[in-house]
């Protein structure tokens, strides 16, 4: 296993050290949001609270949460804790629903950034030898930009492939020798495919690395792009909100996501009551940004369901981690009073090597009662001609969703590539329950 | 032993989705002598008969249908009432059960296709009673 670690001093710092600072550097936060945020400090005069009643890291359940509603209710830039002379880069969210989220970045805030992703890249193994291709979007995206300057920060090669052009990424993975890739999960999968049909495989590259983040996957999405790309992948997880990849990252154990602690403050919290959970319950990932100047935020509530765990890793750093997270309650979806997420189906479908690797859950409710229906696509190589293999196997499907998902689905096979497909974050889910 | 190759091609059951294949094969010239279609609610089974198997399967692919193919028996009889009749009395004596089954007529001939339960003796007694059985280069 590789054991190189970026920042040692930081990784591995002893946990009474590391919560002192994080106390030191909360105090600093409150007083500079509390003072440049008008948003911040009318929450706390609520509250009646004051920047010197946060004095230790424990002080920090007395603050007020943010919401993704906060940032567009402050849209533009109301969340701003610094004048925007002193922003140097702006990035914005997609926003499906209603107006896009912007944050801010100082130059202080990028120096962060790259510095994290350094971490995440050295613990997946990435060193100054290896040439990366960056396949996030470049752009309003945090992923494309974020993980670039990380790259280079390391002192590796970046290949600022961006999305798109899926041919010619391939043909430059094989000319350059490329031995490391950022992109999302379903995009590797999607390379991988792409590769397949130009009747190519893993031997054809030298691609060793993979960093994958920017939208839930599962243990067995993994197994399969590794197997397929001949790499091992990593995890990296974040937001643009917070700051984007490189929040927290997978080390050689692949066993959590360690946080950069010193940076990104975790609770999790109950998401309906806001309760503060204690450490191994399973609940919503806040965040606060203990060092961000450009646009801090307390408590930011991610969506993310995960559980945080205790204890020095075996790869020797001390951070803490969260397990693999399942779904956003966001995505998480209610059909007949049960809570089904799409990366549930999503592990039972990639456990089937009869259907390819992607899906469409369409939600709809029929004479007053939710229906769910699970679209999936035959391989090609899995059709045959005999009617009654094919039932079985959609029977077959059907059965392994119903143990999982604990509630029928109705399973659709569906033609090879007929699905959407998506080179960045996947559309998954069709709820006409919203239309009804 | 004489079979041809049937082509058999996975299809959602959504409007279209059968000129689409008839179109594909029809700008390569390929001709469709028989098919089947056999339904679920959300996919069939479309099983043909067509000129150039090997340049179908070549062409259906490239469109992204998963396409396979099977063996079956093509038997030409008489276009006389009661010739099928014998000829599946026959085969159902010998415990030779149909999977499924299509014919299409050629002027005089009827042509039946047959995906026996087991292919070898199917041949077997259909070639004993001197029935009349199609290759591929027949058609
Ligand atoms: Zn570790």
Redesign the pocket.
């Known amino acids: 296993m590789n054991n190189e670690i970026w920042n040692r001093n930081k990784e591995c710092m002893s946990r009474d050290e590391l919560r002192d600072l994080q106390g030191k550097r909360l105090h600093k936060l409150v007083d500079l949001v509390y003072h440049n945020t008008p948003f911040y400090r009318h929450k706390m005069q609520e509250l009646d609270l004051l920047p010197a009643d946060i004095r230790t890291i424990d002080d920090i359940v007395k603050l007020p949460f943010t919401t993704k509603a906060d940032l567009r209710d402050n849209y533009p830039v109301g969340l701003l804790a610094t004048p925007m002379s002193e922003i140097v880069r702006i990035h914005a969210s997609s926003g499906t629903t209603g107006s896009p989220t912007i944050v801010g970045y100082t130059s202080r805030d990028l120096e962060i950034w790259k510095e994290i992703i350094a971490r995440a890249l050295t613990?997946y193994g990435v060193t100054r030898g290896d040439i990366v291709s960056v396949g996030y979007g470049y752009g309003l995206f945090t992923g494309g930009l974020g993980a670039h300057y990380g790259v280079e920060h390391l002192g590796a090669t970046v290949l600022p492939t961006s999305t798109g052009n899926t041919e010619k990424h391939i043909r430059l993975l094989r000319d350059l020798g490329v031995t490391g890739l950022a992109c999302t999960p379903s995009y590797a999968l999607y390379l991988a495919e792409a590769l397949h049909k130009q009747g190519l495989s893993a031997d054809d590259l030298k691609l060793r690395i993979g960093a994958f983040g920017a939208e839930p996957w599962t243990e067995n999405m993994r197994h399969e792009i590794e197997e397929r790309l001949g790499i091992q992948a990593y995890n990296i997880y974040g937001l643009s909100e917070i700051m984007g990849p490189g929040v927290a990252y997978?080390?050689?154990?692949k066993?959590?996501s360690?946080i950069a602690e010193d940076h990104f403050y975790p609770e999790i919290i109950n998401p309906e009551t806001g309760e503060v959970l204690p450490v191994g319950q399973e609940g919503e990932l806040v965040l606060t940004t203990l060092t961000k100047t450009g646009m801090p935020l307390l408590r930011y509530r991610t969506k993310d369901l995960t559980t945080l765990m205790p204890g020095t890793?075996?790869?020797?750093?001390t951070s803490i981690?969260f397990t693999r997270i399942l779904g956003r309650s966001d995505d998480m979806l209610i059909v007949r009073g049960i809570n089904v997420f799409p990366s549930q189906v999503e592990s039972v479908i990639l456990e089937m090597p009869e259907f390819a690797p992607r899906y469409m859950l369409v939600v709809d409710r029929k004479n007053n009662l939710d229906t769910l229906e699970v679209q999936v696509e035959l391989r090609p190589d899995s059709f045959s001609d005999d009617m009654g293999g094919m039932l079985d196997l959609r029977r077959k499907l059907g059965e392994r969703l119903k143990s999982v998902l604990s509630i029928s689905a109705e399973v659709k096979l569906v033609e090879p590539n007929s699905l959407p497909r998506s080179e960045g974050k996947s559309t998954r889910v069709i709820d006409k329950r919203v239309l009804a | 032993m004489e079979t041809i190759k049937q082509l058999s091609v996975f299809l959602e059951n959504k409007g279209g989705r059968i000129n689409d294949v008839a179109k594909a094969l029809g700008e390569h010239g390929i001709n469709m002598h028989a098919f089947s279609m056999a339904e679920t609610t959300d996919f069939g089974i479309l099983r043909l008969i067509v000129s150039d198997v090997e340049q179908a399967v070549g062409v259906l692919r490239a469109e992204n249908f998963a396409v396979v193919l099977t063996d079956v028996v093509c038997i030409s009889c008489p276009n006389v009432a009661g010739a099928l009749s014998a000829i599946l009395e026959r085969l159902a004596e010998h415990q030779v059960f149909i999977e499924y089954m299509y014919a299409f007529a050629q002027g005089e001939k009827a042509h039946i296709v047959i995906r026996p339960s087991n292919l070898e003796e199917c041949l077997k007694w259909l070639e004993e009673d001197d029935c009349d059985i199609l290759a591929d280069r027949q058609l």
């Open positions: 613990a997978e080390c050689g154990c066993d959590g360690h890793c075996a790869c020797g750093r981690r």
